[in-house]
């Protein structure tokens, strides 16, 4: 099929990055985070690291804009700005150690670290003393490098937004918005730096469609749940999510 050899992958390995975008975007939907993390963990399948962040990113500001009726009105935008500061510091670091550092050493070593924290959480551990504005803005640091590096960014927010113990409809939407204006500073130095071109444009295209549907399903469910339910889903996907990820990089080494 010739319009198969836009996207340089097979009609097998693009049913199985449109289910996963799917999916993706139901998570997405009811938690405000995970998109990433679920996207990174079907591509990597199919798609070498640095291929896949550039996809990603743009799914990613177009799944928050198809999120935005159904979070605006719960954003703490003074969180999102201050958090924004350290993002924008630490993106660029982030790219500039995707071209050096090894996905798989990186990958590993946050999921590992993310489910060390899950845990702790799991046993009721909170401290809202952390929520000051320096905490914020490194937390956004790390995020931002992270997010440049594997596009895994929303995990160590959603971390610290359970830490300080906030609300779960206020975590939701305020990482929709916060990660709206991350990938999109993102993406503009992914697309100077020459890691985006026509081929991840032509990719993206197709997974569009999916992306509202599965929002809409996530939304739903997440109107359905209630505080305790959020957060322990939240936990556990963190959890499994990070250790298909120990998995998927041991199997490479």
């Avoid at 990938?183 to 509202?212: E, H, K, M, N, Q």
């Amino acid at each position: 099929m010739d319009f198969l050899s836009y996207f340089q992958l097979s009609i097998t390995e693009v049913s199985i990055i449109i289910f996963t975008v799917f999916i993706a975007s139901i998570i997405r939907g009811f938690n405000g985070f995970g998109f990433s993390a679920v996207c990174i963990s079907g591509f990597s399948f199919i798609l070498p690291a640095i291929e896949i962040v550039p996809i990603i990113l743009i799914l990613e500001v177009l799944v928050s804009i198809f999120m935005i009726p159904y979070i605006w009105n719960k954003i703490d935008w003074k969180f999102v700005f201050q958090m924004q500061i350290g993002i924008i510091i630490g993106s660029p670091i982030g790219l500039y150690l995707l071209k050096f550092l090894s996905p798989d050493v990186t990958h590993l070593s946050i999921c590992l670290i993310i489910i060390f924290f899950s845990m702790i959480l799991m046993k009721g551990y909170s401290n809202q003393k952390l929520n000051i504005n320096p905490v914020r803005i490194f937390t956004g640091m790390v995020s931002g490098t992270i997010n440049s590096l594997t596009t895994l960014g929303g995990m160590p927010v959603a971390v610290f937004l359970l830490v300080i113990n906030i609300q779960p409809i206020i975590i939701r939407g305020s990482l929709a918005a916060l990660f709206f204006l991350t990938d999109i500073y993102a993406f503009i130095l992914s697309f100077f730096g020459g890691i985006v071109d026509l081929t991840t444009i032509y990719r993206t295209i197709p997974l569009v469609i999916v992306l509202p549907l599965g929002i809409a399903i996530g939304n739903k469910l997440f109107i359905k749940s209630r505080k305790e339910t959020y957060r322990k889903f939240v936990f556990y996907f963190l959890i499994i999510i990070s250790i298909f990820g120990i998995i998927k990089v041991i199997s490479n080494f």
